[in-house]
């Protein structure tokens, strides 16, 4: 069973993840890329994202899984939840749980990124 610390720490992270995310989307959406390009560099950046996700939860002490299942969750639930709150700071970050093709790829290459980063990093 995970602790207080944990769950609290795995939920402010994910919720700093899904803010970095959907910042990532709309810079890549404003920066003019189109097709490929655009796809190549939102799977470099939610690779860059992953390992990030996995530096941090390993230097918070989180559990070896925390990682991918924070972007999972950053990925899928929080844009159904931020388009849900009605404060004016979420804003823009709402969406569907619905991924794209992009999306999707992006967050198979986030959370391998995340993996093998915590895999790595784990003592034997």
């Given at each position: 069973?995970?602790?207080?610390?944990?769950?609290?720490?795995?939920?402010?992270?994910?919720?700093a993840?899904?803010?970095i995310?959907q910042?990532?989307?709309?810079?890549?959406?404003?920066s003019?890329?189109?097709?490929?390009?655009?796809?190549?560099?939102?799977?470099?950046?939610a690779?860059?994202?992953g390992?990030?996700?996995?530096?941090?939860a390993?230097?918070?002490?989180l559990?070896?899984a925390i990682?991918?299942?924070?972007?999972v969750?950053a990925?899928?639930?929080?844009?159904p939840?931020f388009?849900?709150?009605p404060?004016?700071?979420?804003?823009?970050?709402?969406?569907?749980a619905?991924?794209?093709a992009?999306n999707?790829?992006?967050?198979?290459?986030?959370?391998?990124?995340?993996a093998?980063?915590?895999s790595?990093?784990t003592p034997?």
């Open positions: 069973m995970s602790s207080p610390r944990t769950i609290l720490i795995s939920i402010v992270l994910c919720v993840v899904g803010f995310w910042g990532l989307v709309r810079l890549v959406a404003n003019g890329a189109t097709d490929q390009p655009a796809v190549l560099l939102q799977v470099l950046l690779a860059f994202l390992l990030l996700t996995a530096v941090a390993r230097s918070l002490r559990g070896p990682a991918p299942a924070i972007l969750l990925w899928i639930i929080l844009p939840v388009e849900a709150l404060w004016a700071l979420f804003n823009g970050l709402g969406g569907s619905e991924l794209s992009a999707a790829v992006s967050l198979a290459v986030a959370t391998t990124a995340a093998i980063t915590q790595v990093s034997a």
